[in-house]
């Protein structure tokens, strides 16, 4: 499965950079994860719960940096896990920031993950829909925590269920090809004179 998701903040490129070095900010802001152990600045041990309609699946798992570019901003990782009910989770990101000229950072993440196990009755279509909202919920608290006033409490995130709202990413995947055919019909010209009957 192939994801590649991309927002901004206002924030400072340096100060963006420190927090998403930091697992505890990370796992902070990622829905249903808790960090338990960090083994080196490089290599932590933590947890993931993903709960898609009936279907709840959680990880246990390792994650490496295994490349750390100051000058270009840039982090590449690898993550695997196994599943309470025997399941893996294996995978790749490269995370990049880069900043804006209006001064807020763009944060770029390209990820490849590898699943098996119960988590895959949903499909391949509904594990990149619920991805693609967990990364929003990601952006979302991201936010809340570097645009906070200097001085402002750090912003309290929300403890309990994370399940995805799996009504609305059927919605959304039931419109987009009807979007798609709406949008070729009303782009297509209209017929000359000549092509009328």
């Known amino acids: 499965i192939e994801i590649r998701e991309t927002f901004q903040v206002q924030a400072p490129i340096e100060r963006v950079w420190k927090f998403v070095l930091d697992p505890h900010n990370v796992a902070a ?20 719960k993903v709960k898609v309609g009936a279907v709840m ?32 989770a294996r995978g790749t990101m490269l995370s990049r920031l880069v900043t804006l000229p209006d001064g807020k950072t763009e944060i770029v993440a ?3 993950v590898d699943l098996t196990g119960r988590i895959m009755q949903v499909g391949r279509g509904m594990i990149q829909g619920v991805a693609k909202e967990l990364f929003g919920e990601f952006a ?43 949008a070729r019909l009303f782009r297509r010209p209209p017929a000359s004179p000549e092509a009328r009957p």
């Open 110 to 112: 390209e990820a490849s």
């Open 140 to 182: 979302r608290r991201v936010r809340a925590e570097l645009e906070a006033p200097a001085g402002a409490p750090r912003a309290v995130v929300a403890a309990g269920d994370d399940s995805i709202p799996l009504l609305r990413i059927l919605l959304r995947a039931a419109w987009a090809p009807i979007a798609r055919l709406l």
């Open 29 to 48: 802001c990622m829905p249903g994860a808790s960090l338990e152990q960090v083994i080196d600045e490089k290599t932590f041990i933590g947890n993931i």
């Open 57 to 88: 699946a959680a990880y246990k798992g390792r994650v490496e940096l295994t490349e750390i570019d100051e000058k270009s901003y840039t982090v590449k990782m690898k993550a695997e896990g196994t599943e309470s009910g025997g399941g893996t």
